[in-house]
């Protein structure tokens, strides 16, 4: 199953609802457009929400690790929302699970932007 | 105690597309060993991370090259032997990516991952014919406790140990 990325505008953040596996070729390549895209937008409070990725390989976790590089250079934030238990242990295991602000809730996870 | 392996081989084209393929054959393997399913799933992580290894970065993502694949069932552990065509790596090169310095670098997790999630983890080169991984996976008898158990079975297993 190859992964499938959604956008939506809740108040000032762009929430990506991504499905599916982000792994090296077509996962990662999509996610760093879509980053790219926004931040070229002007877009720079960026809310992933990973509910529903089956599985992510170590360079989907690079992917993220760029997409949140890229969005801090430029000023902005890049968060993360509802992580599964794999990938939740995964950024532990790599330890990432403390760089990335992550969020189980929605509504917080984007309020938190605005106190920002 | 070794008896003969159950064995499963197979040579696959060296394209990103087999990596899923090579995952569907390692979790029916570590299903016939009987592995948990966590297991299954660490166990089909490690080989995705060394199919990933083989094909772009061994075999520079060369159709016309192949990724060699062997899994080995014995009574208490699966091995897993990934050979590709490439020029090897050397693996005291490879750097802590949980390093500070390296926690925000794109690249370099792979082998980090497989030796997380798998027992052992080795690596030969055969000059001028490709690299080998080998992985290993110990199976756990079924009365013996795994993480996360019962305080009945920590005690069952300090008593033991």
């Given at each position: 199953m190859s992964m499938k990325a959604t956008i939506r505008q809740v108040d000032s953040v762009i929430v990506v609802d991504i499905s599916g596996r982000i792994t090296l070729g077509e996962g990662c390549a999509q996610l760093r457009e879509l980053v790219r895209d926004q931040l070229a937008k002007g877009n720079k409070r960026v809310l992933i929400n990973?509910?529903?990725?089956?599985y992510i390989d170590s360079s989907g976790i690079g992917e993220l690790v760029s997409a949140y590089t890229a969005v801090s250079n430029q000023g902005g934030q890049l968060k993360l929302l509802k992580l599964t238990k794999k990938v939740h242990d995964l950024l532990q295991i790599t330890k990432l699970y403390t760089v990335f602000d992550i969020h189980d809730d929605e509504a917080k996870g984007t309020a938190s932007f605005e106190k920002s | 105690m070794t008896s003969e392996p159950s064995v499963v081989e197979v040579t696959l084209e060296?394209?990103?597309?087999?990596v899923e393929v090579a995952e569907e054959i390692a979790r029916r393997v570590a299903g016939t060993a009987g592995f948990s399913e966590e297991s299954a799933h660490q166990i089909e992580m490690a080989l995705h991370e060394s199919m990933i290894n083989a094909i772009w970065h061994g075999n520079k993502n060369e159709a016309s090259k192949s990724v060699w694949l062997r899994f080995e069932i014995y009574n208490d552990r699966l091995e897993i032997r990934v050979r590709d065509q490439g020029n090897g790596f050397n693996?005291?090169?490879?750097?802590?990516?949980?390093s500070a310095e390296n926690l925000?670098?794109?690249?370099?997790r792979g082998i980090f991952l497989i030796r997380t999630f798998m027992d052992e983890f080795h690596v030969k080169h055969f000059p001028g014919s490709g690299t080998e991984v080998t992985l290993v996976k110990r199976i756990q008898p079924p009365h013996q406790p795994t993480q996360g158990g019962t305080d009945r079975e920590h005690e069952s297993h300090n008593s033991t140990s």
């Open positions: 990973l509910a529903d990725v089956s | 060296s394209d990103l597309k087999n693996i005291a090169e490879v750097a802590d990516p949980c925000l670098k794109v690249s370099g």
